[in-house]
């Protein structure tokens, strides 16, 4: 890809494809062809970057009507290990426990115009091989996906919840 950023801006009309009604969500990946593990096909590495812009739009739909979230995408360490030349639906081995699902990111949640949360992760899931599964096996972004909601839930959810009480 010839630019340094690449941008995805996902914001009214996917949101509310997600079942959102009023937040927004701007998703921008920094030069995703230096990302540390996507799918090596230009079309599959595309098809998981859609995916994840999908599913943060989903994430912002949670949140208040009006809010914004924005996120830059600086690097993903799927889970497991692409396979070379294997031609099935889920190209990657989940052999070891030791390739764990990494994203690292910085975040904006933006109410009328002020940050009220923001921050730098990177997000890793040591224990994805343990525990339950909340997405089928055959998506591929399945590890990654769910540590996304559950970062989601713990440092942007919880904070809304208390800061309305």
């Keep these: 890809m010839k630019n340094v ?22 998703v921008n990946y920094v030069q995703p062809e230096r990302f540390s593990d996507l799918p090596s096909l230009p079309k599959d590495r595309q098809q998981a970057l859609n995916d994840l812009t999908r599913h943060f739009a989903k994430l912002a739909a949670q949140l208040p009507e009006g809010q914004i979230l924005r996120v830059d995408v600086a690097d993903v360490d799927m889970a497991g290990r692409e396979i070379p030349g294997n031609i099935v639906l889920n190209r990657r081995t989940y052999t070891s426990s030791v390739d764990w699902p990494r994203i ?10 002020q940050i009220v949360r923001s921050g ?8 994805f ?3 339950a599964k ?32």
Excluded at 104 to 113: A, K, S, T
Excluded at 134 to 158: A, N, P, T, V
């Design 5 to 26: 950023m690449y941008k995805l801006a996902a914001t009214g009309l996917l949101a509310l494809a997600a079942g959102g009604a009023g937040a927004e969500v701007v």
């Design 104 to 113: 690292r990111l910085q975040y904006e949640v933006e109410n009328q115009g």
């Design 120 to 127: 730098e992760v990177e997000l890793r899931d040591m224990a």
């Design 129 to 131: 091989s343990y525990r």
């Design 134 to 165: 909340r997405y089928y096996d055959g998506d591929l972004l399945r590890f990654e996906k769910q540590m996304l909601d559950d970062w989601f839930k713990e440092s942007i959810l919880s904070g809304e919840r208390s800061a309305q009480r």
